[in-house]
């Protein structure tokens, strides 16, 4: 029993009327969940005493629920087709829009017409939706588990720039996963709240986030308490891989591998150079200077130092870019450098002393780096939500966020009329007047758009609804109201109305790319019912499908550089192929499978040469970029 309570002002005092919430950060690389426990807010560990769990799931043909993180990600390289990571660049994103991915994806996407891509697995297709739902679940049952207890609310993070269509389909993945999604919270906005900048009575802040392969740079305002988003900015191909590939470049320099022995270089010696480029980076944060050692083959070995000068020469044009980006968000939001009062670290690679350093000289003042820049968004998250599951008082802290895309309609001669302007506030609501443009016209399409552009076409359609019953009157006569909301999740609603009669006809936005609720509902009940029966048949189906797949693709591979095989080996990888194709009639689903990793095996090294030609020529396109 507690000899004495302590209680926080506007807080619960009994234990049970304290309602579990948690923050989470669904990240690209790696998601985390938070918690507030008296009154202070940290990440939950995992029974291993992990804090990330990378955003990897992978899906396999026996078990019901899939492998989630450290596991999922170590059977990344030989289950590349059931193994999926980075699925937060798929949400909310259209089949069209990923398509031209492919070929740099491992993944097999479902050629469908439907709106919500699939990936086809051992598991069945899954969308984008479902794999981030299961990493949602793995965060979940970890937080009832180390809580003792179920949530009764989650608030999950999303970046600033994230459309309507993003947004709902993380808050559908939610609904998946069996949360209570409070509300998405900006990523910058909730790493502002970790440092407790909410309550700070007025003031500008950069939130600077750079991660393994992202830039985002968010400018937010704060006047009493309230939070606004006044512009984001970045760079989806910029990060700490990219200080690894600079490193890499220097080691080879240094090891005196020239172009033509680096395009020797294996698939997995190539790997390793990245890996000690990479532990070599991490190191100088801590120490001036580190040996590092390459085996590049038997004979082949390369030591020497680096220290953090040499470091800082050939990262300093790769942090040098994100200043621009930096100077381009306050010229959006309209602020100078000197309006800036506080700058906020986020993501693994601002541990980094240079960028700390460039990054001070540029706002002129000492960033923020006293939370950890990986959970510092987790547990930001975590005092949201704790605000509003009502664990403490309800008007202790207000979020206001932006609408990253400009919102509007479709007009006569296939333009868009913009109705909300991007960088606006949310919540919001802004209504416009249109006429009739026929005499006596009786109906009109309002077509709802998303984006910056003039002409449709260029712009991202949210949806079409119809008004009809206009009261026939002479062309322009008509006074037709239009209506655009978005509410705090940043979810759109638009209502057309005619004045004098009154008719009305709206829509909710429930974006193309998002899932209805029936569909969630039937993919819930599917997982519960699935027949054992049907099993079998779909194996083997999928194996089938699996086995042309690798047919086609192989044919391809050899027609374009089948010269860079001996004849010998020729041989061997059309010896399993013969062997695949004979198996493939047949109806045992792991006699193809086994005949499927035959030839994998017989064409791994056929793949790595593939594969160092095109990385070399990465490689190569890297070096240009660096010096523009
Ligand atoms: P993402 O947001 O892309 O998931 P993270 O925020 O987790 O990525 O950052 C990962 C990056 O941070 C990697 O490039 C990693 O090498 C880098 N990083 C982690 N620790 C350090 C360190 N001590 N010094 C420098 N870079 C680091
Ligand atoms: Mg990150």
Redesign the pocket.
């Known amino acids: 029993m507690a000899l004495l309570q302590i209680s926080e002002p506007g807080q619960s005092t009994k234990p049970h009327e304290r309602r579990l919430a948690v923050g989470i950060d669904l ?4 998601s985390l969940v938070a918690t507030v426990r008296s009154g202070q807010a940290d990440t939950l560990a995992d029974e291993q005493g992990e804090h990330l769990l990378p955003s990897v799931v992978r899906y396999t043909a026996t078990d019901a629920e899939p492998e989630v993180g450290l596991g999922a990600k170590q059977h990344a390289a030989i289950d590349p087709l059931n193994t999926i990571s980075s699925v937060k660049r798929f949400m909310g994103r259209a089949v069209s829009e990923i398509k031209h991915l492919g070929s740099q994806l491992p993944y097999d996407f479902v050629d469908t017409e439907a709106s919500v891509p699939r990936i086809k697995t051992v598991a069945g297709e899954k969308s984008p939706i479902e794999i981030s739902a299961a990493i949602l679940t793995s965060l979940k049952q970890r937080a009832e588990q180390s809580l003792g207890d179920e949530l009764t609310g989650v608030v999950i993070t999303v970046p600033a720039y994230f459309d309507d269509a993003q947004r709902q389909a993380t808050k559908d993945a939610g609904k998946l996963a069996g949360l209570n999604v409070l509300r998405l919270l900006n990523e910058p906005t909730a790493a502002a709240v970790a440092y407790g900048l909410d309550k700070d009575a007025e003031g500008i802040t950069a939130v600077y986030d750079l ?4 830039f985002d740079i968010s400018i937010l305002k704060l006047t009493k308490g309230v939070f606004e988003v006044m512009s984001t900015a970045g760079d989806t191909a910029l ?3 990219d ?2 590939h600079a490193i890499a470049k220097w080691i080879m320099e240094q090891a005196g591998i020239n172009d033509e022995a680096s395009n020797k270089l294996g698939q997995n010696q190539i790997r390793h150079l990245l890996k000690v480029a ?1 532990d070599a ?2 190191a100088l ?1 801590e120490k001036e200077s580190v040996t590092i050692s390459v085996t590049f083959d038997e004979k082949n070995t390369w030591s020497g130092t680096i220290n953090r000068e040499q470091l800082n020469n050939l990262i300093d044009p790769l942090i040098q870019k994100t200043i621009v980006t930096c100077r381009r968000a306050l010229r959006d939001a309209n602020v100078k450098v000197d309006d800036v009062q506080t700058v906020v670290m986020v ?3 601002t ?2 002393l240079r960028v700390r350093e460039k990054l001070g000289e540029f706002f002129a003042q000492p960033p923020m780096v006293d939370i950890d ?2 959970k510092v968004v987790a547990i930001g998250a975590a005092l949201q939500a704790d605000v509003l599951v009502g664990n403490k008082a309800d008007d202790e802290m207000l979020l206001l966020d932006v609408i990253p895309l400009s919102l509007g309609l479709e007009t006569m001669g296939n333009l868009v009329e913009k109705i909300i302007p991007r960088n606006t506030t949310i919540p919001v609501t802004r209504a416009q007047d249109f006429t009739t443009f026929k005499d006596g016209q009786t109906a009109m399409t309002i077509h709802v758009v998303q984006g910056e552009r003039e002409l449709v076409s260029d712009c991202r359609s949210l949806g079409r609804f119809s008004l009809h019953d206009i009261p026939a009157m002479v062309a322009g006569a008509a006074r037709i109201r239009v209506m655009f909301q978005v509410d705090a999740d940043g979810l759109l609603s638009v209502t057309a109305s005619e004045e004098t009669s009154q008719v009305e006809a709206s829509i909710q936005i429930k974006p193309s790319y998002g899932l209805t609720d029936t569909e969630i509902e039937t993919m819930l009940r599917d997982s519960i019912t699935h027949a054992k029966g049907d099993v079998e048949a779909r194996n083997l189906r999928e194996q089938q499908v699996e086995a042309d797949r690798v047919i086609d693709a192989l044919q391809i591979a050899l027609q374009q550089d089948g010269d860079l095989l001996e004849e010998g080996e020729v041989k061997s990888i059309e010896q399993a192929l013969l062997e695949l194709h004979q198996v493939r009639e047949g109806d045992d689903h792991r006699k193809i499978k086994s005949s499927i990793d035959k030839l994998n095996t017989a064409t791994t090294e056929f793949a790595a040469r593939r594969m160092n030609n095109s990385i070399k020529q990465a490689l190569a396109g890297h070096q240009v970029d660096e010096f523009d």
Request: aromatic fraction near 4%.
């Open positions: 990240g690209t690389t790696n991660g393994g392969g992202t990060g700490g891989d200080f690894d990479c980076k991490e944060t993501g693994g690679s541990r980094n820049p990986d």
